[in-house]
């Protein structure tokens, strides 16, 4: 049943669903399973693996409550044949609790209490009777606690009320149509507007419930809980939903004033009040959704951004007052030299820092200047192109200066991983290690830092935080095996995401190292205490040893098919190592003459593949963005000016480039393209380098807007929407929408909606 279900969602076939079910259990882990047991679940990757592990999840705990339920209904000796299909073939949580709401115990109502009291008879007597004076059949039903005709009548629109509550088909109706016909409105609370000037492009906001993208609903919702906005779920025209009410009771609300003004009052006092619940529950679930994408996909381009590779490196952490704080590390990332340098105000020891920094660079061969992108980085991104030009003038090789994002470099230098790596250092001058490190390979240096503090999410404190922690976690994964690690040189933290690899383990893998020496091969991490049989086979792919005792020990064959690799060899007349990287041979071998009942046609072909280039990095060739000299604050820009910059946060609506200037500019998705595009994702990504041109600035509200069409033209007018655009945004006050396609031009506020937030 849950393969079964999960099949038909994802789009493959029932039996891949099971067979990924089985590994799972089994204790594999997804990049395992992903990367080598296709065959066995028809090549399923690691995002689908993911998606099957969290649905089948939630279905088990769906069947779970399921049972609870049964039991719980038919202890109360109401259970029916008909009652237990329902609930069985129930798909959602939601739709279940629906059906288990009649039956589920609850402090006493005043509709219990009108029972108890025998007034359901009035209350039939009310809907068989609807041209009856209500008053004249509420005499004969007063008694204890409804002494007179009004109260009696109350609480027989109390138990009618009530079964309006409790009917799961009408219920779930009403929530689906106040979603899919409702709207949402924010308007400022009296008195905010200047507290709340980042909210300001929701002071007078419409817009349909399933309309509104994940960013709009995490930011009404904050601007809510911050007491700038004023939030209320429109669910349209009462009379439609009063509508639905009388007809599923089969009621004469024509002729009973009574019976119409109870389905009003119904529908007002509860059926409205549990959907607008559902309903923000709804697009909260919505926007963590998405919001849980964006960060996904931002993390990981992060995570595989270009490796400078092993270069010796100065890190530059800018600032003020306290200094520049400065790091030599060489090509494997060790700490070689540090220093503390004032170029900047209020000491102005200008000349100083530069001889301090070239005096470094010098001594320790430098290749790479990696600055922070934070306070005073362009003053000393001048001062470290000034280091290299003095450096290029006496001989020597120029170093490159390079801005780098410095997100989360203080996070790491205050934690106890920081201090037990640097105990002697002072905290300031381990930022500046970090930096360096992560120009040098930013897989290795941000998997020390807690993923939420990388800053390339959107809204990630407003989300559910265990649901936060899981995705990060299986994109960090994800992206360290699949980039593969270096047996001999990784860390804890950089081990501790391997396929099968604890923090026990890894911790265990370094002191093996440390005492014994490099690996020579993959078999000698047996001899690692606790690393069993199923840990090495989980890890053991992911692991590399370069120049060890066997040349396939530096891929992503897997142990377990070395005999494959031999079987080629041999049917080559070559050795291993003379097989490796022989493009000639390699390309002209069909897989299928090598497959087995173990290792089929998709196996074989990523061992010939990984073969021909054993080890390759799948991480893009590494480049860097140049700022335009004499551009370094908001008010030096100008609309019109083309620029190159770094793509440095990727939202649902746009992407956020730095161009040096301290503060991102947005190219919103309409300005990415002369097509329409759904996802900014499907043009740019996190950390690619891109030429843009500037649209409009606003120097009071720090807003930058950009554009990737570099033929647009700033303060043009919007074109027309072109076919595919997207409908259905905002409405005004007065009802009418604005349209939301993609279109060049328009207003900065349009352009640039929540760029103040998620940052």
């Not at 080598?36 to 990757?45: H, P």
């Not at 817009?207 to 960013?215: G, R, T, V, W």
């Not at 607008?276 to 926007?287: F, H, P, T």
């Not at 299928?592 to 280039?613: N, Q, R």
Request: proline content about 4%; some cysteine; hydrophobic content about 40%.
């Amino acid at each position: 049943m849950i393969a079964a279900t999960i099949a038909q969602e994802v789009g493959v076939r029932e039996s891949q669903i099971e067979a990924a079910l089985k590994l799972l259990a089994e204790g594999n882990t997804v990049p395992f399973i992903a990367r080598y047991r296709k065959e066995v679940t028809g090549g399923l990757d690691d995002s689908q693996l993911r998606t099957i592990e969290e649905r089948a999840t939630y279905l088990r705990e769906l069947e779970e409550r399921k049972e609870t339920v049964l039991a719980a209904i038919e202890e109360q000796g109401k259970l029916t044949d008909d009652l237990k299909a329902l609930i069985r073939g129930c798909e959602t949580k939601a739709r279940l609790e629906d059906l288990y709401l009649p039956y589920k115990k609850r402090r006493k109502t005043k509709a219990d209490i009108a029972r108890e009291a025998g007034l359901e008879p009035l209350t039939d007597k009310l809907i068989e009777n609807p041209t009856a004076d209500p008053a004249e059949l509420a005499e004969h039903y007063k008694t204890e606690g409804f002494e007179d005709t009004k109260k009696a009548l109350e609480g027989a629109r109390a138990i009618l009320i009530d079964r309006f509550a409790l009917d799961a088909d009408l219920v779930g109706e009403v929530r689906e149509k106040m979603f899919t016909d409702g709207t949402m409105t924010a308007g400022v609370v009296a008195g905010k507007e200047q507290e709340g000037a980042k909210f300001k492009d929701y002071f007078e906001f419409s817009e349909p419930f399933d309309k509104l993208p994940s960013h709009r609903i995490l930011a009404l919702l904050r601007g809510e809980s911050e007491g700038i906005l004023q939030l209320n779920l429109d669910a349209g025209d009462d009379t439609q939903y009063e509508g639905l009410i009388a007809d599923r009771f089969d009621l004469d609300v024509k002729d009973s004033k009574w019976l119409s003004d109870a389905v009003h009052w119904g529908w007002r006092t509860k059926l409205y009040i549990s959907s607008g619940l559902d309903v923000r529950m709804r697009l909260k679930e919505i926007a963590e959704d998405g919001a849980l994408k964006v960060f996904a996909t931002n993390l990981r381009d992060v995570l595989l951004a270009a490796p400078a590779g092993q270069r010796a490196t100065l890190g530059i952490d800018p600032g003020y007052r306290n200094g520049v704080k400065c790091a030599v590390v060489d090509p494997t990332g060790k700490v070689l030299d540090t220093a503390i340098v004032y170029p900047h105000q209020p000491q102005n020891r200008w000349n100083d820092a530069v001889q301090t920094l070239a005096g470094l660079c010098a001594t320790h061969a430098v290749d790479l200047m990696a600055v922070g992108n934070g306070t005073a980085s362009r003053e000393s991104e001048k001062m470290a192109n000034e280091v290299a030009d003095l450096i290029a003038k006496a001989g020597g090789k120029r170093p490159t200066p390079v801005v780098v994002s410095e997100s989360g470099a203080s996070v790491y230098s205050a934690s106890q991983l920081a201090a037990d790596e640097f105990p002697d250092m002072d905290v300031s001058l381990r930022g500046a290690v970090s930096i360096a490190r992560r120009l040098q390979d930013p897989l290795a240096e941000l998997v020390k830092i807690d993923p939420k503090a990388i800053g390339v999410g959107q809204y990630q404190h407003d989300v559910n935080q265990t649901a936060l922690a899981r995705t990060l976690d299986g994109v960090v994964e994800d992206a360290v095996n699949g980039v593969g690690v270096d047996l001999n040189t990784a860390s804890v933290p950089l081990l501790e995401r391997v396929a099968g690899v604890n923090s026990t383990i890894a911790g265990n893998i370094v002191a093996y190292r440390d005492e014994n020496g490099s690996f020579a091969s993959r078999k000698e991490l047996k001899k690692v205490p606790r690393l069993g049989p199923k840990a090495f086979e989980q890890a053991a792919g992911f692991l590399r040893i370069t120049g060890g005792t066997d040349p396939l020990d530096a891929s992503a064959v897997h142990p377990e098919a070395y005999p494959v690799v031999a079987r080629i060899a041999e049917s080559t007349g070559l050795g291993v190592g003379e097989l490796i990287g022989n493009s000639a041979v390699l390309t002209k071998l069909k897989p299928a003459d090598f497959a087995d009942e173990t290792f089929g046609v998709p196996t074989v072909t990523d061992i010939i593949a990984e073969l021909d280039k054993p080890g390759r990095d799948p991480r893009p060739e590494f480049k860097t963005a140049s700022f335009k000299e004499g551009v370094e604050k908001v008010s030096d820009l100008k609309p019109g000016m083309i620029l190159e910059g770094t793509v440095t946060n990727v939202a649902a609506f746009g992407a956020f480039v730095d161009v040096g200037v301290h503060q991102d500019g947005l190219v919103h998705v309409s300005a990415m393209s002369d097509k329409f595009i759904s996802d900014p994702h499907e043009v740019v990504r996190s950390g690619q380098v891109v030429k843009v041109k500037v649209m409009e600035v606003d120097v009071e509200r720090q807003r930058i807007g950009l554009s990737l069409r570099l033929n647009d033209e700033p303060g043009q007018p919007a074109p027309k929407k072109r076919g595919g655009g997207r409908q259905g945004g905002p409405k005004s006050k007065g009802g009418s929408k604005q349209s939301r396609g993609n279109q060049g031009g328009g207003s900065l506020a349009d352009a640039l909606r929540n760029a103040g937030f998620g940052r």
